[in-house]
């Protein structure tokens, strides 16, 4: 490397190439078992819209001549998860900053765990709220770190395959819950919603007892300036000797991209802490403020593309049709069509990248929405016949249609926005907000999964809105607006280390953050100044 190189900041490639380890298959498969606290997030979305459309549930909870739940009562028993899992998301930033990022992940499973228990001993509307509340505070730990965790140890060239794993077990989670419900949708007993519920507790013991064997992240250990404990995590993590050069190089960079935050962030106390993620001007993309922004606005555009609609209220919804003899098994196929879309984000991610992933998505999304509200308004849903107290579709086909295009948007979901969200929350945020960051962010998430799963009922219920088809209208307007947010806001992040993102974001726009490519590293900035 010349001097002039030096000068000028512009760093040789393999010094560049440095910045991180190579990886061995042990170290992906710590991150591939991280994913699967995604199966908490699914497996808890997935078995409560099941479990609406059983008789006995339905009379246990409505009365024993009620033949669905009032609409407030189905709001309050799918959102209160939401009211628990914002809550958690934002305390789990401060555990995970104080006690780290495994004991977090863990704690949250044993409340999981009580929160379940109350759950399974229901007998009625008040314990099963109790226990949904109690259990989303847990998914709330979970869901907000284990993305922060493998994030921080994922290799830079997978770490979005890796991450969308988490997405993947997300929708297994689904899956799993579908056929679950769909095989005791039938009993006439408590065993109909409670076996469901209980099963949950295994998800929580795999993950909590299989993390206690897994490394902690080894920029929570430089954060709190353990860096002989740092070490020995980044070996265990990369597979390598803890004193070899690779270690030691990566070790340098995370490092010194920690002391160039901190020369770069004033000293404050608690709500100071929390305030720096607001730091900075909107108009910027480097600021921490953007940053937060980015990340908040980004889980709250994956919920208003719609997609809880279909997963928590489309057995009720099908129903309503009248040309769907079993809407329990057509729920099942549309989360089949979800776990298996959602591999294909793993190659989609890497080869054409997180900005592009998000704008195709979209339009997707968006395309097939204004498709099946099209239909629903004119020939479809809306048009219907009650022979003998049973609704019957006059025009079948056209329902068929709307199921089809239906599934389609499904598959566009699952390859981009369903895993691109969270990919983007664990890459955008700087070492000194990111567990905070991360945090706020996943709490966005279950607010808007919150609202949506509150005022679904009211749009779609026979008393009040009663929109039925039309409600794809209103999705299909809000993927039209994920497709403007994605263009102008989403910076592109494919190959870079975390601290190189960091870097990608104070020099270059979101638009043109696709071409950027590193030509130093914080680690020679940092020999720089100690030698100038």
Known sequence: MSKQDTETGVVAAETLDRVEAPVTWRAYAICVFASFGGI???????????????????????????????????????????????????????????????????????????????????????LLVVGRAVAGLGVGFVSAVIVLYMSE?????????????YQFCITIGL??????TYGTENFDNAGSYRIPIALQILWALILGIGLMFLPESPRYFIKKGKVEEARKALGRVRGQDPNSHYVEAELNEIRANHEYEKRMTPETGYIGSWLLCFSGSVGLASSNVRKTLLGISLQMMQQWTGVNFVFYYSTIFLKGTGAVS????????????????????????????????????????????????????????????????????NNISAVNAQIAFIAIYIFFFATTWGPGAWVLIGEIFPLSIRSRGVALSTASNWFWNFII?????????????????????????LCALCIVYAYFLVPETKGLTLEQVDQMLDEVSPRKSAAWKPTTTFASMEEKQTTA
């Not at 395309?367 to 479809?380: L, S, Y």
């Open 326 to 393: 079993n809407p329990f098994l057509m729920s099942l196929i549309f989360t089949l069509v979800n776990v298996l879309s959602t591999p294909f984000s793993f190659w989609f991610v890497e080869r054409f990248g997180r900005r592009s992933m998000l704008l195709w998505g979209a339009i997707g999304m968006a395309v097939c929405e204004f498709i099946v509200a099209a239909i629903g308004v004119t020939v479809g849903f809306n048009h219907t016949h009650v022979v003998n107290g049973v609704t019957i579709a």
């Open 175 to 180: 899956l799993l819950a579908a056929c679950v």
């Open 453 to 477: 799963g509150f005022i679904t009922p009211y749009l779609v219920g026979s008393q009040y809105a009663n929109m039925q088809s039309g409600v794809f209208f209103l999705w299909g307007a």
């Open 40 to 126: 908490f997030f699914g497996y808890d979305s997935g078995y409560i819209g099941g479990v609406q459309g059983m008789d006995y549930f339905i009379k246990m909870i409505s009365g024993p001549d009620a033949t669905e739940l009032l609409s407030w009562q189905s709001s309050l028993i799918v959102s209160i998860l939401s009211v628990g899992t914002f809550c958690g998301a934002l305390i789990a930033g401060d555990l995970a900053d104080y006690f780290g990022r495994r004991f977090t992940i863990v704690l949250g499973c044993a409340v999981f765990i009580v929160g379940v228990i109350l759950q399974t001993a229901s007998a009625g509307l008040v």
């Open 153 to 165: 140890i994922a290799p830079k060239k997978v770490r979005g395959a890796i991450v969308s794993g």
